[in-house]
């Protein structure tokens, strides 16, 4: 019971955030979100917002590391956490829930978010609606979150690059989207393989059909680390192929949750362990992990 006493002090505190006219850019954040998990982790620091998924790689679930800069999405943003030097707030919620209350947001004058404690912790979204009148019209939600004790806060940090084989650049998105969901259809699993030559390719096999999409020119990232150290990409043949071999289902929920081209998509491969996939837009930055079946 202490920790649950200990997360009720984050809501003495307090978090109050106001985005005149930007509920339609967060919601896209929100829908992309949604559609990769169905309870996550939001994190609340002064300068950031983060959206977890912190499923154990190791048991075949995915992960997620979603980051959003604040005052991109925020005109006004004030937040007290549980003392200074933890000035942060950890909710678990159902994005889904989120997603449904901005989708109201649309065409709202403002959108205020803040977090509540009357009956049991809450994040009440108050939107301000355009009228005719001169009184305003206020939609609000009420939307249930747990409140994560401090002690267990350390579950929930950024997942470390994998130290991959090969790094690429995704195709087009769209395009990749239209592949993936026709293989579905065929086959549970998807095999995704990439050189240092640019070249991906996306196979799926089974006892009646094997298909495979190719992609060339797509070009590899020039990592560079931070202590000089060179990855096991280092002078691997650029044309040898890692591989791994990933539930579609992961893959295709990530595709769809896109809204718009990210203005850069990679992958990175470790041959038969895991794909680690990072989407980057102007202020969010998206990383997936997906674990590879044997």
């Known amino acids: 019971m202490a920790g649950h006493a200990e997360g009720r002090q984050c809501l003495a505190k307090r978090l109050a955030s106001t985005f005149p006219g930007k509920g339609e850019r967060k919601g896209g954040v929100i829908n992309t979100i949604s559609k990769l998990t ?4 939001l994190r609340l620091t002064v300068c950031k917002l983060y959206f977890i998924l912190s499923d154990k790689v190791a048991n075949g679930g995915a992960s997620m590391w979603c980051e959003l800069c604040q005052g991109n999405f925020f005109d006004e943003f004030q937040m007290e956490g549980v003392a200074a030097e933890h000035n942060e707030i ?4 159902v994005p889904e829930n989120l997603s449904r209350a901005l989708k109201t947001a649309h065409s709202a004058k403002a959108v205020k978010i803040k977090l509540t404690n009357k ?4 994040l009440r979204v108050a939107v301000e609606l355009p009228s005719l009148s001169s009184s305003s019209r206020i939609v609000t939600h009420d939307i249930p979150v747990g409140v994560i004790p401090r002690r267990i806060w350390n579950d929930f940090r950024e997942p470390t690059m994998p130290d991959f084989d090969v790094s690429i650049y995704l195709p087009v998105l769209k395009i990749m989207k239209s592949v993936v969901e026709r293989m579905k259809n065929l086959s549970n699993f998807i095999v995704i393989e990439a050189n240092l030559s640019g070249e991906m390719n996306l196979k799926i096999e089974t006892d009646l059909v094997s298909v495979t999409t190719h992609f060339k020119d797509l070009g590899n990232p020039p990592w560079a680390s931070e202590d000089g150290c ?5 002078g691997r043949n650029l044309e040898s192929m ?3 071999r990933i ?3 992961k893959l295709q929920q990530l595709l769809a949750g896109q809204q718009v081209n990210p203005t850069k998509a990679l992958c990175n491969i470790v041959s038969k362990r895991i794909v680690h996939f990072i989407l980057l837009h102007e202020d969010v930055s998206l990383q997936y992990f997906i674990p590879a079946l044997a």
């Open 119 to 122: 009956h049991c912790p809450c």
């Open 247 to 249: 539930d579609i289902k």
């Open 38 to 41: 169905k309870t996550c982790t």
């Open 230 to 234: 060179q990855s096991s990409a280092q």
């Open 90 to 93: 950890y909710l678990e919620l």
């Open 242 to 244: 890692a591989e791994a």
